[in-house]
């Protein structure tokens, strides 16, 4: 009988460094045995988005005290893990090589299984830790880095629906907050304003929403958002107005391409149609509420981790590496993988139509 596995995970791609244990049994249950996640916000926010040499500095000042504290809450000792799992891309390269050299090192010490992490695939399998949410599923990932339809049909097998063609949903909302001056992360910063705010007061663009397709765009909207600002000499409702104006355009924008990726799931799928959501921008009252009508109106259910895993955590790299060991996709080569700035979760689409990035460093998407 298959008997339960016990992971370490690290993550410190972009400005958090955490580290989580958990046990997962082979039914699928997942437990979670100890979680850290050491925000770096405070410093970063006086630049209004996350500076990548900090971010580096940082993790690799704090990393190895997160990850000790973790293993000892966690009330497992380091020889009885079955594999140490970091994020190894995509993400800030500093702040990769951190967490995974960190794993590295430790799985090398205690002759474990290193099992190098797609963030994004972290990202896609959070739902999995705290409901059985059975494959397939369609994800719509949106964050401050990524903004993506994936149908996901099992454990590596991501195919791209849709992605944005240009900057993620959650960087809009941090440069319109980085604009306004009103803090960091923006997202959160957004929202609390938009709620004293009037979303017809300004006439905001959908881009790409009158054409065919999945893909998105959000750079054009922030840059109307930011000639608002130059333009009007905004008073606190104006801005307040702003911000209603612009989550509600966003709000629209996923709400109607997650309509149709819906759609486009369910010719593919049979059986119950499910909706996953994750990402930090998922964490958006309004935007959740858009997408549940859109899941209800679609007959589909939306399933959305819980807030604190939405946004980038260990438990979810932790999850990814213990899915893969039970399903024997560990190989010893773990402690040769290089680390990916950029590391597409459909690889074989982000080659042959890339939706952004591009030249020497790859598609991101
Ligand atoms: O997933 P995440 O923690 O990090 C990655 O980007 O991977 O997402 C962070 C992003 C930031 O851009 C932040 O502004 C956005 O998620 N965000 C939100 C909200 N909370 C966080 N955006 C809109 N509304 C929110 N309440
Ligand atoms: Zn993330």
Redesign the pocket.
Request: with cysteine.
């Given at each position: 009988m298959a008997a339960p596995i016990c992971v370490l995970g690290i993550e410190t791609s972009?400005d958090e460094t955490a580290a989580a244990v958990l046990r997962r049994a082979p039914d699928g249950t997942v437990t979670i045995l100890s979680e850290t996640v050491h925000s770096q916000i405070d410093e970063h926010a006086p630049y209004g988005g996350v500076v990548p040499e900090i971010a580096a500095r940082a993790h690799a000042d704090i990393a190895d005290a997160v990850v000790a504290k973790t293993l000892q809450d966690s009330g497992i000792e380091l020889a009885d893990l079955d594999a140490i799992a970091a994020t190894s891309g995509p993400g800030l390269i500093g702040g990769v090589m951190v967490g995974m050299m960190t794993g590295k090192a430790m799985a090398l010490a205690a002759d474990k299984p290193f099992v190098p992490i797609n963030h994004l695939e972290g990202h896609a399998l959070s739902p999995r830790l705290a409901d059985p949410c059975p494959f397939p599923y369609l994800l719509l990932l949106v964050?401050?880095?990524?903004c993506q339809f994936i149908s996901v049909t099992g454990l590596g097998q991501y195919q791209r629906l849709g992605s944005t063609i240009d900057d993620a949903a959650?960087?809009a909302?941090?440069k319109l907050a980085k604009t306004l001056g009103i803090g960091f992360?923006?997202?959160?910063a957004?929202?609390r304003m938009a709620a004293k705010g009037d979303a017809k007061r300004f006439a905001l663009p959908r881009p790409l929403l009158n054409r065919s397709g999945l893909d998105m765009s959000f750079a054009g909207l922030k840059t109307a958002a930011a000639r608002v600002v130059e333009a009007e000499a905004l008073d606190a409702q104006g801005e307040a107005d702003l911000c209603a104006s612009f989550q509600a355009a966003i709000a629209e924008c996923l709400a109607e391409k997650t309509r149709r990726a819906l759609s486009a799931f369910a010719e593919e799928q049979s059986g119950e149609i499910r909706l996953v959501v994750a990402?930090?921008?998922a964490?958006?009252q309004m935007?959740r509420s858009a997408l549940n009508q859109v899941a209800e109106a679609a007959g589909a259910s939306l399933i959305a981790p819980p807030l604190r895993h939405?946004?980038?955590n260990a438990a979810m790299i932790a999850l990814a590496g213990a899915e893969r060991l039970a399903a024997g996709m560990v190989s010893d080569e773990g402690l040769a993988f290089s680390a990916r700035p950029r590391w597409p979760l459909d690889e074989e689409r982000a080659k042959s139509a890339p939706a952004y990035g591009g030249g020497k460093r790859g598609a991101k998407a």
């Open positions: 972009c964050s401050g880095g990524h959650g960087e909302f941090d992360p923006g997202g959160p957004v929202e990402g930090g921008v964490a958006n935007i939405c946004t980038d």
